[in-house]
């Protein structure tokens, strides 16, 4: 029995939408037929999301916040003892989201046919990542779902709530840099030209300052469509660019080699990294599937090509703290605690102490970075500012000296 989306119209006229489980479409639309529901289309929600995962689409199934969320509420659910199928149901029923109440009964149809939660997590790649299916079919191999599902809820809220600070604390900056870059250009297109070319009259000769921002401006005005033209092209361009691994590849090396820029992308790589392995590890996942698993989430292509080497050398029978320490890229202490936690016996422990650790270190240059750039902002800005109040007033400085 699946579960299938449906757009039907009732008695009244009234288009409705909704999802309901069936054998076959064909006995879905007798099912609608039978609540006086004539049928428009039915579609299977299994089908319908393996379409999507090979289309082109920046549309995720399900945001990071809703995965948290749903993560919880099933923990929740089967900690209490309460049944895999009836938790997907309280799940799927108390979600406000049609599509994702659309996949939680996809998912509970392909339970209720015999298969394995991680199964059923299978058809829906886009809403539910590798690392989430790979831990759910640990703990059910183990017999300890109810506590891996706490584990993976712990660490679904933990990526969430870095996430959410790190855009938070990118708000600020960008809004303030906006503002500035708009009250610079309209002062520039339309309040300079008004004032200056009072001067421009007089058939003196203008300072140097004032000469320079009327060409910027008169530039400003007759080319400043090509130019924001041309802006727009080069970053679809750099973007597109960007996509290939060798150009991606020279970009994350240079990040990593900035003073502070490097320190940070560092850490947020090296702490999502240690927290996926740590979980992974203490779900009973297998510890070199565990790194390939825990190298995806890496975002800077020379660390995660460092752990799919350091991985390759496990297989080998080398260590895992040494292996990772060859290439450089992940910070000592990490290396430290993760050598510390295999010769204790303690690995998932450890890993973990090094992702708190890591976290904090990231939350410190956060601040510290805010706390330079907001003022060096400001700062700018009233540079800026300050260039364009002197090119309009040293104009009159010279009309009055000329008077006296």
Known sequence: MGAFEYTAIDPHGKERKGVIEGDTPRRVRQQLRDR??????????????????????????????????????????????????EALTAVGEQSDIPRIKSIIM??????????????????????FPQLYRATV????????????????????????????????AMIY???????ALSIVTLMLVYVVPKVVGVFANTGQDLPGLTTALIALSDFLRD?????GIAVGIGIWFAYRLLKKPGPRSA????????????RLVRGINTARFTRTLSILTGSGVPVLDSLQISGAVITNLPMHDAVQAAAARVREGAAIGKSLAESGHFPPICIHLISSGEASGKL???????????EREVDGLIAALLGILEPALIVGMGVVVLIIVLAILLPIFE?????K
């Open 251 to 262: 970009r994350d090396r240079l990040l990593l080699r900035l003073p502070v820029i490097g």
């Open 137 to 168: 079919a640990a703990g059910e191999q183990s017999g300890h779902l109810d506590a891996v599902l706490e584990r993976l809820a712990e660490y679904t809220e933990g990526r969430q709530e870095l996430r959410q600070k790190i855009l938070n």
């Open 106 to 127: 996809g998912v509970r149809a392909k339970v209720m046919e015999g298969h394995s939660l991680a199964e059923g997590l299978t058809d829906f790649p886009r809403a």
């Open 348 to 358: 998932d422990a450890m890993l973990d102490r090094a992702a708190q650790n890591q």
């Open 223 to 227: 080319y400043g469509i090509f130019v």
């Open 399 to 403: 009309l009055n000296q000329l008077v």
């Open 173 to 179: 900056p960008i809004v303030l840099t906006l503002l």
């Open 36 to 85: 006086q529901l004539i049928p428009l289309s039915v579609t299977e929600i299994a089908e319908r999301e393996s379409t999507r995962q090979q289309s082109f689409t920046f549309r995720h199934s399900m945001k990071p916040a809703d995965l948290a969320l749903i993560t919880r509420q099933i923990a929740t659910l089967v900690h209490s003892s309460m049944p895999i199928e």
